[in-house]
């Protein structure tokens, strides 16, 4: 075990990750146009963070339209950005385990007001943050300036703590007022994500899964999973994307994996059909008098 390093260099790699996300995410969302590639995008925005000297601490999420989440370029993805698609680019990297999650949505139609919707829900939580506030009350802002403009906040995603190499600790942010839960303390880290939708405001399990994750070690006998496991190990637990990974028995090494316990799956996460999501995410830290955003 290496000895874990000072608050102070901890506090350098939030903020440096978080500079690099938010420069890679402009970048990247720039690139986004009708007749564009998918697998174009996400392969050139992950290269960056790469070449900008940080780890992906996920794949590049890129969620189209009624999708709200955990969708990515398949390795021989042949989508392309069309009229009238709503994209949301959610970009997570790490300097030394210390993540900055971050998105953004791209409106190549006329959803311009929903739009406006989760970032200016994010704008508002991010207003309130400081010690002694309530998860209940950030997610209260997000709700009001949501539902304000006629949209529904998702229900059923939330923001979320962020640790070293861990991108989901407690406490969850939710997208909708309660009352309670955690109260925020100074130094706590986390990301808070507000997705505003024209649907249902849930979103449920697609039958698409890209993303991957190991959750647990054991010994595993079948050549393709052990070699899926071979280059999965280094991710120290983080997610990963079907492209990173070998293809010969791909499938099947997968489902025995999962069937196993060793591996998790992310299914993509969609509200009803012909419905759009637009969702908008930043990273702070809490300070003694409100935080900082490390990925402005
Ligand atoms: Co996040």
Sequence with gaps: MS????DDEVFDCYTEAGKIAARVLRRGAGMIRPGVSLLEVVESVEQMAIDAGAGLAFPLNLSLNEDAAHDTASIRD??????GDVAKLDLGVHLEGYIADTAITVDLGDHALLVEA???ALEAAIALVRPGVSIGELGGAIQREIESRGFRPIANLTGHGLARYAIHTPPNIPNLSFQGGAVLEEGMVFAIEPFASTGSGRVSDMPRVEIF??????????PAARRILGVVRERRGMPFARRWIPEERQDFALSTLIQQGLVRAYPVLADVPGSIVSQHEHTLIVTDEGCIVTTA
Excluded at 3 to 6: A, E, L, N, S
């Design 118 to 120: 989760s970032a200016r």
């Design 213 to 222: 994750q190991q959750v647990s070690i054991k010994p595993v006998r079948l």
């Design 3 to 6: 000895t874990p390093p000072h």
């Design 78 to 83: 042949e989508r392309l950005f069309a009229e």
